[in-house]
């Protein structure tokens, strides 16, 4: 196993602590915890993206999280690993997401235009 397939730090913490976790079966604690863990990283794109870019439609945001989670995605097959489409679409589910707490925390994002 090479140094960047290894799980460090709070990760690690996080990870030992869903497998052994009661509440979860290991069958699926890899799964959702990538699954989460994508939630985490890319809901603050859509939210800080429709904060900054108001005049930005929010399904251009949604395309823009959609671009970085297929180049993510590519980039990481370079070492061997595989495409995992479910990836990209809980990165893109989660910036619309981010968009939709942006609305409704900061108001009509996207409706002031110039």
Do not use: H, Y
């Not at 794109?45 to 900054?52: A, H, K």
């Not at 489409?85 to 108001?107: E, P, Q």
């Amino acid at each position: 196993m090479s140094d960047a397939s290894k799980a460090t730090g709070i990760v690690f913490v996080i990870a030992r602590w869903i497998a052994i976790s009661p509440a979860t079966f290991p069958p699926t604690t890899s799964t959702v915890f990538e699954l989460l863990v994508n939630i985490v990283l890319f809901v603050p794109l859509g939210l800080l993206t429709s904060v900054g870019w108001r005049c930005v439609r929010p399904w251009s945001m949604v395309l823009l999280g959609l671009a970085i989670s297929v180049t993510i995605a590519l980039v990481q097959m370079l070492p061997s690993r595989l495409l995992m489409i479910s990836d990209v679409i809980a990165n893109a589910l989660a910036t619309a997401l981010g968009c939709l707490i942006a609305r409704g925390s900061f108001g009509a994002i996207g409706g002031a235009r110039r």
